[in-house]
C-alpha cells in the first residue's frame, strides 16, 4: 500500500495547489490512500465545513489537524458528525469530535489514523504516548496499518514519540512547524518516520504568512493581524510504502513541489 501524507494545507494557495496537481500526483505514484493536515486550510487559520467538503473531493480519505482545529468556531458542529476530519485524541475527555478512526481505501483495504498534540510549548494536553498506546490497542482490533499525525512543536517530543511506538504503528509523522525536515527514515522495527512534513502553501512566506507582516511582529512585539503570503506555491508531503500485512514501512520517500 502506498499512502500519501499531504503536509499542513495553508489557505486559499494550499487549497489551489491540491486542486490543480492532487489528481497527478496519485496517479503518478500510484497512491492508494491520501491524508491531510487541515488545521490552516480556511484563511490560514483552523478549517470549515465547506473547505473540508471541498477537500473531500479532491480525494483526500482523511484529514487531521492541532491546536488550529478550534480557530474558526463553526467547525464545532461538523465535526461532531464528521468522522474523518480528526482533531487530537489527548485533548479532555467530552471535547466534541474523534482523535482516530479506522478508514478504507478505493480498494476496501482498512487504515488507521491516530491525531494526537505535543504538550512541548503546546499547551496543556493529556500524555501523548499514553493516549497513543490506548488507541493503537483500540484500532489493532481492526487493522494492523496505523498511521500518526503527531502536531508537535519539539523534536525531541517527536522522536522520543516514534521510538517509543516503533513497530507499533505504521509511521509517525509529525507536523505544525510547516517547515520540511530532512530526516525520513525508517526505524529498526519498521516504522516510517519524520519530524516535520512540511508546508503546502505559499513559499515565498514565513510559514505561510505575509513575511514583511512577520517580521514586523518580530521586530516591535505589537500584535497585527497577519494574512496569507502570496506568488509562489509549494507541495510538501511524503509517501509511504507499507506492508499491508504486517503493517510495516518499507520505504519513506518525501515530496517537495514548487509551482
Known amino acids: 500500500m502506498k499512502v500519501l501524507f499531504i503536509g499542513d494545507i495553508v489557505g486559499e494557495p494550499g487549497r489551489k495547489v491540491l486542486s490543480q496537481y492532487l489528481n497527478n500526483i496519485v496517479g503518478r505514484y500510484k497512491i492508494d490512500f491520501v491524508v491531510a493536515n487541515v488545521e490552516n486550510a480556511a484563511g490560514g487559520f483552523g478549517v470549515t465545513s465547506k473547505v473540508a467538503e471541498e477537500l473531500f473531493l479532491l480525494g483526500i480519505h482523511v484529514m487531521t489537524s492541532g491546536n488550529h482545529i478550534w480557530d474558526k468556531k463553526e467547525v464545532m458542529e461538523y465535526i461532531r458528525r464528521e468522522k474523518r476530519l480528526l482533531r487530537p485524541a489527548n485533548y479532555p475527555e467530552g471535547v466534541a469530535g474523534y482523535g482516530s478512526g479506522v478508514f478504507e481505501t478505493n480498494y476496501g483495504e482498512r487504515i488507521g489514523v491516530i491525531n494526537l498534540s505535543g504538550r512541548v510549548f503546546m499547551g496543556t494536553f493529556d500524555c501523548p504516548f499514553k493516549v497513543a498506546k490506548r488507541e493503537i490497542e483500540k484500532l489493532k482490533r481492526e ?24 513497530g507499533k504503528v505504521s509511521a509517525v509523522i509529525g507536523t505544525h512547524t510547516h517547515v520540511q525536515t530532512v530526516d525520513e527514515q525508517i ?52 509517501i509511504i510504502e507499507i506492508d499491508d500485512k504486517k503493517g510495516i514501512s518499507t520505504a519513506i520517500q518525501r515530496l517537495i513541489m514548487r509551482y
Open 143 to 166: 487493522t494492523e496499518i496505523i498511521l500518526l499525525d503527531f502536531h508537535a512543536e519539539a523534536t525531541s517530543e517527536k522522536i522520543a514519540l516514534a521510538w517509543y511506538l516503533d
Open 187 to 238: 526505524f529498526p522495527n519498521g516504522t516510517a518516520y519524520i519530524t516535520d512534513v512540511g508546508m503546502t502553501g505559499p513559499s515565498l512566506s514565513v510559514i505561510g504568512i505575509n513575511k514583511e507582516q512577520a517580521i514586523e511582529r518580530f521586530l516591535t512585539q505589537i500584535p497585527i493581524r497577519f494574512e496569507i503570503a502570496k506568488g509562489p506555491i509549494q507541495f510538501n508531503g511524503v
